[in-house]
């Protein structure tokens, strides 16, 4: 069973908040979270959003193809991606990618630094507004759970906050068709483990996604109305030593279309990731944020040019 947390325990006892969330990811990596602070509107408008990009013509979208960016930013058409590095079985979904917004004179894209590129843009009206909203509601309820985790880790309240200051975040849309019903178990996005910290996840209620805690089957994740799913990344699980648990996850093609707003929250690209203070001789190597999503993305993605 996934377990739900209520955001209005963080906001009037984070304390208590932290010590229901601490074994949650340590056992489980994953989990529900009701009454969280991201608006009605903002989710109903991203969806809109969404629907209208993903309902135009792919000669439309090809120019903002993620295989033209080499700053996982933009189009990703259906059947280009492959999640699960071990069946290489391509994934049946449309995505599109936004990440931490700069300016195209910004020091930080002059200098090439990795993950820092302007973001591309459908020319659609209210597109981008409604995205950036998100993005930067999303990013603060991911800064504030990490002052959750830093609770329980027994970590300063701040501990985490230098290292989202500027991050490489990315706020996916995705759009997954209908499943075939003439096939069985048909899988619309492969097994997988997220590459980043945390990540945010809002669904339009279809069902198709999956996950697998340890030595458990494969269980569905609940739809809980207006609720937001929340799962511990790699990075993450690497910074705290194996104390917390990033559980593989999947979705299965659904029995009707079905579209989701992802956030996914990596540390700034400078931060380096090594074992947490208070969790014991380190299991993995100081590495750097960027180095670290940047083999990730290398080693599972196959991204192939739209047709």
Known sequence: M?????????????????????????????????NHPLSASLINDMFVQGDIFFALP?????????????????????????????SGQMDQKQAFNIG????????????????????????????????????????????????AFAADLNLPPDY???????????LR????????????ATIAAGAHTDYGSVTLLMTDGAPGLQVRPRGQDWMDVPQVDGAIIVNIGDCLMRWSNRVYVSTPHRVLAPPRPRRSIAFFLDPNPDSVIKALPGTGDPHYPPIMAADYLRARLDATYITKEPS
């Open 173 to 184: 849309l995705l759009s997954y068709p209908k499943g075939n019903a003439e096939q069985d």
């Open 100 to 147: 931490y917004d700069l300016a195209a004179d910004d020091p930080r894209i002059i200098a090439a630094e990795p993950f820092r590129g302007v973001n591309v843009w459908p020319d659609l009206p209210g597109f981008r507004d409604t995205a950036l909203a998100y993005f930067d509601a999303a990013l603060a309820m991911g800064i504030q759970l990490h002052q």
């Open 160 to 170: 985490f906050d230098r290292h989202f200051d500027a991050p490489m975040a990315t």
């Open 58 to 86: 792919d000669a439309v979208k090809k120019p903002l193809s993620i295989g033209l960016n080499p700053h996982n930013r933009g189009w990703a058409a259906q059947g280009t991606e492959s999640l699960d590095e071990t």
């Open 2 to 34: 996934v377990p739900i947390l209520d955001w209005n325990e963080f906001t009037n006892a984070p304390d208590a908040f932290a010590a229901k969330l601490g074994p949650i990811c340590r056992d489980h990596g994953f989990f529900v979270i009701k």
